[in-house]
Nanobody, 124 residues
């Protein structure tokens, strides 16, 4: 499985960005997807996850109500819509694929493949 993340950039606080992650190499609709992020000097942390069909999602408390994860299985793509961005959302964002599960996981070790990361910078 190969994952290609895109959509990062520089945005002012309160603004929005939509990240995309295009997958290839295995039937996309058979596995769960997640987004993680890593801020400078910090460990990588869970952001959001979605099950194989898109019918079930889960969010970190820090982003719940502001971020929305979704997927389009016909386009082999998962999205992360980020609204009301804050400076503390600044990080490199990674998408990841969990090939072992139709459900979703918040744990890094559950994910088998990772995208290259896309930088999101929120200015105050």
């Amino acid at each position: 499985v190969q994952l290609q993340a895109s959509g990062g950039g520089l945005v002012q606080a309160g603004g929005s960005l939509r990240l995309s992650c295009a997958a290839s190499g295995r039937t996309f609709s058979t596995y769960a997807m997640g987004w993680f992020r890593q801020a400078p000097g910090k460990e990588r942390e869970f952001v959001a996850a979605i099950n194989w069909s898109g019918g079930s999602t889960y969010y970190a408390a820090s982003v719940k109500g502001r971020f929305t994860i979704s997927r389009d299985n016909a386009k082999n793509t998962v999205y992360l819509q980020m609204n009301s961005l804050k400076p503390e959302d600044t990080a490199v964002y990674y998408c990841a694929a969990d090939l072992q599960s139709y459900g979703y996981s918040t744990f890094e070790r559950s994910y088998d493949y990772w995208g290259q990361g896309t930088q999101v910078t929120v200015s105050s």
